[in-house]
């Protein structure tokens, strides 16, 4: 059986790489630990959140609001340089950045009305040091959800607006402060603002200046990230056991089906090592639970699984500082708070009713000396704290083999990706562009008399050595 990948049948020295690169098992690790960190100092984690947010445009299956995301971070942390960064890496032709738009421009833009052949799906789309008015707008919660459409009037008359698929949706705020609706629609990534982060990244900008080195990405790596295309992801290990040990509190309807899916978008990332059942959809392997359950525990890094915004955050962490250093004293009025934050007492008071609702803080009255009222005062909840069982826990007692993907890949008809390339039921998607390497190049990669060969180093990181490869038909 012959394959092929974009109906391709010879490849260049760049594609022999970027195919080799695909089907190594420290492809994620490489891009975020390695590639990137040379436009990059630190925030490890960060870029795995933004990385992977990114990769979920491939991922035919996932709920449309898993991959929104805000990059919340104080003035001049760097924000908008690392999500720039993390974007080049990807074909500049599904990247759509602004660094200023107005909900009205969003509604009226690439609409099909004017431009009946344009489609947002499979796009980026990155909104810079976006406020509150772009945030808590409902022409984004709709973008943040679904296909929009809109109804305005025009010279006194109503003209509707559509907006046909749906983005990834990347914004990057320092004030941003998202209301409850719209906490569902976005995972909330924070930065490093420690002062050792700002050494070195100063220590960066000194070397940069006196090397004058201009540091680029591989095209190889590039030309990768052109060739993930569309797939579905099936996940053999989504079990009730998986499912019982999240929270049973509301959000977590909502965040449940998103770890999920951050488990579908590695397996997407990782498809040219990942088996395929009889549908031709990708299944999900341990590495790929790793990977989400990383990725998920830095942006729900609380019990209640709620994405907390920096200025919520920032007034929990003043309450456990208090806390250890004022023993008798557990709660606090929102006049006693406010000289350690520069905000007015209206705006902390509504940030405080907000934990409060959320469940970190409990709200009562307290009587203060020198005041005839009671006063409203706040004090920390406890709360024991919830990571995301690790892979051994949720295999305990099940079907899953902790040695491996799954126990029984039977159990959802699977076959290897290279005695198939059946296509499922009713998608009308050409497979031959998603199939493995022809055998032909897998042999020519893997040889040992081939120069292009892929060794790893001792940090497990890709290796690659052109050689003497040429672009002849391998």
């Known amino acids: 059986m012959s394959y092929n990948i974009d109906g391709k049948t010879e490849y260049s020295k760049e594609e022999k790489l970027a195919l080799s690169l695909l089907k190594d098992s420290n492809l994620f690790t490489f891009i975020t630990e390695s590639e990137l ?11 795995k959140v933004i990385f992977l947010s990114m990769i979920g445009k491939n991922v035919k299956n996932a709920k449309l609001t898993s991959y929104n995301l805000l990059v919340n971070a104080e003035s001049s942390s760097g924000k908008d340089h690392i999500v720039t960064s993390i974007l080049e890496i990807f074909p500049k032709d599904i990247l759509i950045n602004r660094a200023r738009i107005s909900p009205t421009a969003l509604t009226y833009w690439h609409c099909y009305e004017d431009e009946p052949e344009w489609s947002w799906d499979g796009k980026i789309l990155y909104l810079e040091d976006a406020g509150n008015n772009i945030l808590n707008s409902e022409v984004v919660k709709l973008f943040c959800s679904s296909e929009i459409k809109s109804t305005i009037i025009v010279h006194n008359k109503a003209k509707d607006f559509t907006q046909v698929g749906k983005p990834i949706l990347i914004i990057t705020s320092a004030s941003g402060n998202l209301h409850k609706e719209n906490l569902r629609r976005f995972s909330v990534c924070d930065l490093d603002e420690t002062d050792n982060q700002t050494k070195v990244i100063k220590r960066r900008q000194a070397e940069e200046v006196r090397t004058g080195n201009k540091i680029d990405y591989e095209n190889y790596i590039i030309r990768a990230m052109g060739m993930l295309k569309d797939v579905k992801v099936v996940i053999p290990f989504a079990t009730d056991k998986l499912a019982d040990s999240f929270p049973n509190n509301i959000i977590i309807r909502t965040n449940f089906p998103k770890f999920l899916d951050y488990i579908k978008t590695s397996a997407c990332l990782h498809r040219y090592q990942r088996d395929r059942n009889k549908k031709g959809e990708v299944i999900a392997t341990k590495q790929d639970y790793e990977i989400a359950r990383e990725v998920f525990n830095k942006i729900v890094s609380n019990p209640f699984m709620i994405p907390l915004t920096m200025n919520l955050k920032s007034i929990l962490n ?3 500082e208090l806390k250890e250093k004022e023993q008798l004293i557990s709660s606090y009025s929102a006049s006693e708070l406010m000289p350690y934050f520069s905000w007015t007492d209206k705006w902390l008071k509504n940030q405080l009713d907000k934990l409060v609702e959320f469940g970190f803080l409990e709200r009562h009255n307290e009587e203060r000396e020198g005041v005839k009222k009671k006063v409203m005062c706040y004090q920390l909840k406890e709360i024991c704290d919830i990571k995301i069982s690790s892979w051994e826990e949720v295999c305990k007692n099940s079907s899953v083999d902790t040695n491996d993907s799954v126990n029984s890949v039977n159990s959802v008809n699977s076959v290897n990706t290279n005695d198939t390339n059946d296509t499922e039921e009713g998608d ?11 055998l032909d190049i897998n042999d020519s990669l893997d040889s040992k008399d081939n120069k292009g060969t892929t060794e790893l180093t001792e940090h497990g990181i890709p290796c690659f050595e052109i050689g003497d490869m040429n672009d002849e038909k391998p």
């Open 428 to 438: 009308d998607t050409n497979d031959s562009i998603d199939t493995p390497l022809p």
């Open 318 to 320: 003043k309450f456990k």
């Open 37 to 47: 960190s040379k436009k990059i100092e630190g925030e490890k984690e960060s870029i």
